[in-house]
């Protein structure tokens, strides 16, 4: 990797490349809260982490895959880097095709965004009805467990959790 893109890397991810270059160093693990929500919801099954840092859980998840070479059971898209400076609908399809490209049926998504990188008419919607219309017409993915955390998230993790069952 160049400079320029490991500063890029730091500087969106913050905390999470912190704990990344932690537990490179360190026998001894560590996992924080949003961690454990990520590992609570896998399927035990094989795991595709897309551009987000998937190396953290290289250990601590079997069957991991950071490259996509086939069709997985999960996708965990935590603060993904393409989610940044984007609508929930262009999130939406970025997420279909994604799903459509690396899942198998019957699958599991895993996915957090930042509020601050998410494009959305911040005055006359509240960041409650915005999720619940979000979900509501997400057509391909049923809800199994959300978070949201909005001012109380460690940097570089995303304030909004979501953990999606894939029937495509």
Known sequence: M?????????????????????????????????????????????TLCYNCLGEMYKTIISNLSTTADKKYNNLVLINNIEFKYKTVDQITVLLEELSENFLLPNSRVILSFEHRFLIYDRVGVS???????????????????????????QPGYGDYFFCLDYCG
């Open 127 to 153: 960041v409650n009805s915005l999720f619940n219309n979000w979900l509501a017409n997400l057509a391909k993915f049923k809800l199994v467990s959300k978070i949201l955390l909005l001012g109380k998230s």
């Open 2 to 46: 160049r400079k320029n893109q490991i500063r890029t890397l730091k500087s969106h991810y913050q905390t999470r490349w912190a704990v990344l270059r932690y537990n490179q160093k360190n026998v001894q693990k560590l996992l924080l809260l949003h961690d454990q929500f990520v590992l609570k919801n896998l399927l035990s099954k094989d």
